[in-house]
Nanobody, 121 residues
Framework: QVQLVESGGGLVQAGASLRLSCAAS????????MGWFRQAPGKEREFVAA????????DYADSVKARFTISRDNAKNTMYLQMNSLKPDDTAVYYC??????????????WGQGTQVTVSS
């Protein structure tokens, strides 16, 4: 079983940047696809970005494409989400997940506890 711990969330103004981190422990990290999802109040959890096991492939939701960058450092068992030009609509709890390279939450079987990102206008 893998443990995933997110960090880096916070309260920022629109246009600012944040970098989220997801540290993994307890199971091999490099052999699995990873993803970021988010859930805003009153809304369903939605896909944000995914990265393949070696980091060679990435995928983004249209709403974050060109603003967010997903990356991973397999030597450090850590995944990142660089978020630039943040908008109030990006306000949500952000979750990292381990599974396969996919947009579907059902393809991920391990989840972190989430980190809050709040963007003020």
């Amino acid at each position: 079983q893998v443990q995933l711990v997110e960090s880096g969330g916070g309260l920022v103004q629109a246009g600012a940047s944040l970098r989220l981190s997801c540290a993994a422990s307890g199971r091999a990290f490099r052999g699995y696809g990873m993803g970021w999802f988010r859930q805003a109040p009153g809304k369903e959890r939605e896909f944000v970005a995914a990265i393949s096991s070696r980091g060679l492939r990435t995928d983004y939701a249209d709403s974050v494409k060109a603003r967010f960058t997903i990356s991973r450092d397999n030597a450090k068992n850590t995944m990142y989400l660089q978020m630039n030009s943040l908008k109030p609509d990006d306000t949500a709890v952000y979750y990292c997940a381990q599974g396969t390279y996919s947009r579907l939450s059902t393809d991920f079987n391990s989840w972190g506890q989430g980190t809050q990102v709040t963007v003020s206008s």
